[in-house]
């Protein structure tokens, strides 16, 4: 069993920076590829970013990129994700998701396996 909790979100204006923080249970969270997604009110779920267990690889929303930065410290069990430059539309619940079977990134939330509780992020204009 994996546990996920996310933490630092909160309301920021129009061209700030927030940075989130998944922290994980469980004694393998370096096998464990990592994922960032949100979900605004009324809408579906959404990809923003993943990584792989090494750190080597990720991947990004092309709504994200050039803006968000995932990483990860394995060594305390973390999963991050700096957003800069953030806009309204970023405005969601965001959710880090842990797999442990995938060797690579996924965009698809039916390829984790464990969720966390979710941290609320509000950008005003």
């Known amino acids: 069993q994996v546990q996920l909790v996310e933490s630092g979100g909160g309301l920021v204006q129009a061209g700030g920076s927030l940075r989130l923080s998944c922290a994980a249970s469980?004694?393998?969270?370096?096998?464990?590829?990592m994922g960032w997604f949100r979900q605004a009110p009324g809408k579906e779920r959404e990809f923003v970013a993943t990584?792989?267990?090494?750190?080597?690889?990720?991947d990004y929303a092309r709504s994200v990129k050039g803006r968000f930065t995932i990483s990860r410290d394995n060594t305390k069990n973390t999963v991050y994700l700096q957003m800069n430059s953030l806009k309204p539309e970023d405005t969601a619940a965001y959710y880090c998701?842990?797999?442990?079977?995938?060797?690579?990134?996924?965009?698809?939330?039916?390829?984790?396996?464990?969720w966390g509780q979710g941290t609320q992020v509000t950008v005003s204009s």
């Open positions: 998701a842990a797999s442990t079977t995938l060797r690579y990134g996924s965009r698809r939330f039916q390829d984790y396996d464990y």
């Open positions: 990584i792989s267990a090494s750190g080597g690889t990720t």
């Open positions: 469980g004694r393998t969270f370096s096998s464990y590829t």
